[in-house]
């Protein structure tokens, strides 16, 4: 039910742990069919967008996705997971990216830290059932150079600050995305893919 892209993800494995520990058994999307077959869909991500985007396109992933994504079915991104839904990242010397997403991803200003590692808190800006227990300012644990900047401003349920202020949670629909590492953040974390799943459940028809 739980389908897991397997594109060669430094964090495959810490997702993967943390859906099990909750009691799922998560399959491995490594095709397009098992993309389009999932029930509920997470994209894990480390590294830079570039290696991702060439990843997933060499995979025949990148169309498969975008079309289980139209199809207003359940979605989480994870970090680079979330930053490839954009229109374009300025990483690498720019780089087009999935385009499913308005916007652009920008890297962090040169003055701060990069990059941005640790733990931060997460400002939630909406109410919404991918925060059920969690409390507002939970902190959650980031890595990451580059940040999400949508054209629309509304997507933002969750910021995050570092110098300046992030999106850390982006939601569309059945689109949920997150800057930050669930598999990482403790209890937090494990419940926000709790919560991702059980949205996908009821979700079912």
Same mark, same amino acid.
């Given at each position: 039910?739980?389908?897991?892209?397997?594109?060669?993800?430094?964090?495959?494995?810490?997702?993967?742990?943390?859906?099990?520990?909750?009691?799922?058994?998560?399959?491995?999307?490594?095709?397009?069919?098992?993309?389009?077959?999932?029930?509920?869909?997470?994209?894990?991500?480390?590294?830079?967008?570039?290696?991702?985007?060439?990843?997933?396109?060499?995979?025949?992933?990148?169309?498969?996705?975008?079309?289980?994504?139209?199809?207003?079915?359940?979605?989480?991104?994870?970090?680079?997971?979330?930053?490839?839904?954009?229109?374009?990242?300025?990483?690498?010397?720019?780089?087009?990216?999935?385009?499913?997403?308005?916007?652009?991803?920008?890297?962090?200003?040169?003055?701060?830290?990069?990059?941005?590692?640790?733990?931060?808190?997460?400002?939630?800006?909406?109410?919404?059932?991918?925060?059920?227990?969690?409390?507002?300012?939970?902190?959650?644990?980031?890595?990451?150079?580059? #940040?999400?900047?949508?054209?629309?401003?509304?997507?933002?349920?969750?910021?995050?600050? #570092?110098?300046?202020?992030?999106?850390?949670?982006?939601?569309?629909?059945?689109?949920?995305?997150?800057?930050?590492?669930?598999?990482?953040?403790?209890?937090?974390?494990?419940?926000? #893919?709790?919560?991702?799943?059980?949205?996908?459940?009821?979700?079912?028809?």
């Amino acid at each position: 039910m739980v389908s897991i892209v397997d594109y060669g993800a430094g964090n495959l494995r810490s997702v993967i742990n943390a859906v099990v520990k909750l009691g799922y058994q998560p399959k491995l999307a490594v095709t397009a069919e098992d993309v389009l077959e999932a029930g509920a869909l997470i994209l894990p991500g480390v590294g830079a967008a570039a290696h991702t985007m060439h990843s997933l396109k060499r995979l025949g992933l990148d169309s498969a996705i975008s079309r289980y994504i139209a199809e207003g079915r359940p979605f989480l991104g994870i970090c680079i997971g979330l930053q490839v839904l954009f229109s374009s990242t300025e990483e690498g010397g720019g780089h087009d990216c999935l385009g499913i997403v308005p916007g652009v991803v920008k890297r962090l200003p040169d003055n701060l830290k990069i990059p941005h590692m640790g733990w931060n808190q997460v400002k939630q800006k909406i109410e919404h059932p991918i925060f059920n227990g969690v409390p507002d300012g939970a902190n959650f644990y980031f890595v990451h150079s580059y #940040y999400v900047e949508p054209d629309d401003r509304a997507l933002v349920a969750g910021e995050t600050e #570092y110098g300046i202020t992030i999106c850390s949670v982006l939601i569309r629909d059945n689109l949920v995305a997150t800057q930050f590492h669930p598999e990482k953040s403790g209890e937090a974390g494990l419940k926000i #893919y709790d919560n991702f799943i059980r949205m996908a459940q009821q979700d079912k028809p």
